[in-house]
């Protein structure tokens, strides 16, 4: 992890971790494919949020999930994963780990700062813990995962700089 910026009770650091797209029916032999292979049972209801300490498990849409691994883990691994889900006809599972930077955002002013790049409710009642959310930040497309104790936030790489300065101008500002 690299620190980005640590001011007005906030703490972003960016990182990079390792993430598979896997798409499917979330019928129960897909259910079973990801729990053999993670131990963890996919959410039924999207933008809901399971975990363990070694992965995150998020379900985008009707037919998408993404799953983070929270630990270091091999490209060669990735792809036996991969390689063992994609067996089950109707599994697609891709490797989309050099495509997305993540921030790692805490601090009791987080909500209040992405507030100030996008008109998404960041509000408790709306945004619940262990759920995720897909919304602009700064005119930029990312996926947001309220955790446990941070947030979570992905976009493609190629707008990472761009978004970086975003963040620690809302931090400033």
Known sequence: MRDVIRSNDVEIRTTSFKQI?????????????????????????????????????????????????????????IIQHIEKLNKTSSILATNFSDAQVFFHIRGQNAFKTLNKLTHFDFRKKSFKTMTSAQTLLARIDCSIFNLEDHLLLSCNRSFSDYLEDRLIDAVNF
Not at 23 to 35: L, T, Y
Request: glycine content about 4%.
């Open 21 to 77: 797209i896997i798409r499917g029916s979330g019928d129960s032999e897909f259910n079973n494919a990801v729990n053999k292979s993670f131990k963890l049972l996919p959410p039924i209801d999207i933008l809901r949020i399971i975990a363990n300490e070694d992965n995150i498990l998020a379900k985008l849409s009707f037919d998408q999930w993404c799953l983070i691994f929270n630990k270091e883990i091999s490209d060669l691994k």
